[in-house]
């Protein structure tokens, strides 16, 4: 059974950080890219960072770019979003997604959210101004 599992959201003062986790279980970590993705109240789901540790890949929506590290830890089977910087729009319900690399989506410079295939349960981050 596929699990993805998220931890470490919370609330924090604009300004600072907060680090993400996400569990995989229940596939071959390396076959899948991983991302973050986010939503809003009243917006759409998007993406923020996907990667994949056997393409080298990386991707970032450019709202995050320069305060947002994504990393991942293939002994462990965990991917995690390091924020810094946070802003009051950074506001959301962050879940944790996977699709197969070999869709190669992301080496076009995409990470999609129709194109995930399996999503974690997702975990609130809340900034404060």
């Known amino acids: 059974e596929v699990q993805l599992v998220e931890s470490g959201g919370g609330l924090v003062q604009a300004g600072r950080s907060l680090r993400l986790s996400c569990a995989a279980s229940?596939?071959?970590?390396?076959?899948?890219?991983i991302g973050w993705f986010r939503q809003a109240p009243g917006k759409d789901r998007e993406g923020v960072s996907c990667?994949?540790?056997?393409?080298?890949?990386?991707y970032y929506a450019e709202s995050v770019k320069g305060r947002f590290t994504i990393s991942s830890d293939n002994a462990k089977n965990t991917v995690d979003l390091q924020m810094n910087s946070l802003k009051p729009e950074d506001t959301a319900v962050y879940y944790c997604?996977?699709?197969?690399?070999?869709?190669?989506?992301?080496?076009?410079?995409?990470?999609?959210?129709?194109?995930?295939?399996?999503w974690g349960q997702g975990t609130q981050v809340t900034v404060s101004s």
């Open positions: 229940g596939f071959t970590f390396d076959d899948y890219v």
């Open positions: 990667i994949s540790s056997s393409q080298g890949r990386t």
């Open positions: 997604a996977a699709h197969a690399a070999s869709r190669n989506i992301l080496a076009l410079g995409y990470c999609p959210v129709g194109y995930q295939e399996y």
